[in-house]
């Protein structure tokens, strides 16, 4: 029996996520793929989710706490800079591979037909897959340092990890796009991801922005996605473990303001990615 023409769409159209999620079967092959190539030929495999992420932490704690005595002004050091490097791990994982997921993969986009997205949000679960070990050792860190957080602590630390998520999945897929027509894109993305770090408030604290800088660059400063979601991990995990909260801990209106405003930005960029990747689509093939 013909269908009815209402149910046809001429190929290389998708629909999205929407068919993301239809064909959750094949993301899981993909997903499975681009561990097992990841660790093909290596003798520690998954194990590299800890020592890598390890000797980062290990580098900029010798560095930033140790020589810059870092460690003496800012109380449980070790939690604080951990808390900030997985949020930026989390997000340079998935920002970069998730760019670069198209071309990695254009023989097999230029054999058959599947659904373009699948390989942007493959990377994005792969990174969850290194996320978890490095989430592990933070908790038994702030443990260590009698970690006692409440409810709104802990729901900050969920929100953190969907603004890093979706902003980073949007930026993947938007530079994703860019890749395959400028393969100049892959070194701006390894420019982002660089500056990235020293744009966050990972290995210092957000006060001396405010306090050193002019007003509007703090305002834009806060604006970054990645500074909201760095300092609601402080929140989570880090500020429970002081013994003394100050009110310079975390940036004022934090939950209340620039939350709810960088969710807002985070969601504008995936909407900015995700109609990008779809409407140039149906030109990978041809371009790769």
């Not at 890598?52 to 800012?74: C, D, S, T």
């Not at 939690?79 to 900030?84: A, D, H």
């Not at 500020?239 to 939350?259: E, K, M, S, Y």
Request: charged content about 15%.
């Amino acid at each position: 029996m013909k269908a009815p023409a209402s149910h046809l769409k001429p190929p290389g159209q998708d629909r999205g996520l929407r068919d993301v999620v239809e064909n959750r079967f094949l993301l899981r092959l993909i997903v499975d793929k681009e561990i097992q190539i990841r660790y093909r030929g290596t003798v520690l495999g998954l194990l590299w989710s800890y020592l890598k992420p390890g000797v980062q932490f290990l580098v900029f704690y010798i560095a930033m706490g140790v020589f810059l005595e870092l460690n003496r002004g800012i109380e449980n050091f070790a939690v604080y800079l951990f808390s900030g490097i997985v949020v930026m791990n989390l997000f340079g994982e998935v920002f970069g591979n998730a760019s670069r997921s198209i071309v990695a993969n254009g023989g097999l986009l230029k054999k058959i037909y599947l659904p373009r997205q699948l390989f942007p949000v493959s990377n994005l679960l792969v990174a969850f897959v290194h996320f978890v070990p490095q989430l592990a050792i933070l908790l038994v860190a702030c443990f260590i340092t009698g970690w006692r957080p409440d409810l709104k602590q802990l729901l900050a630390v969920i929100v953190g990890t969907l603004i890093v998520a979706v902003f980073s999945l949007g930026l993947g897929m938007m530079f994703a796009t860019f890749n395959v027509f400028f393969r100049d894109a892959e070194n701006i993305v390894d420019l982002i991801v660089m500056v990235a770090t020293w744009a966050s408030p990972v290995l210092y604290m957000w006060i001396m922005v405010r306090d050193k800088l002019w007003e509007w660059v703090y305002f834009v400063y806060m604006l970054n996605p990645l500074t909201v979601a760095v300092e609601l991990f402080h929140y989570g995990f880090w500020f429970p473990t002081t013994d003394n909260p100050q009110i310079w801990h975390v940036p004022p209106h934090l939950l209340t303001w620039w939350t709810p405003l960088t969710i807002v930005v985070s969601g504008l960029i995936f909407f900015i990615g995700d109609r990008l990747f779809r409407a140039q689509e149906g030109n990978f093939a041809q371009e790769l």
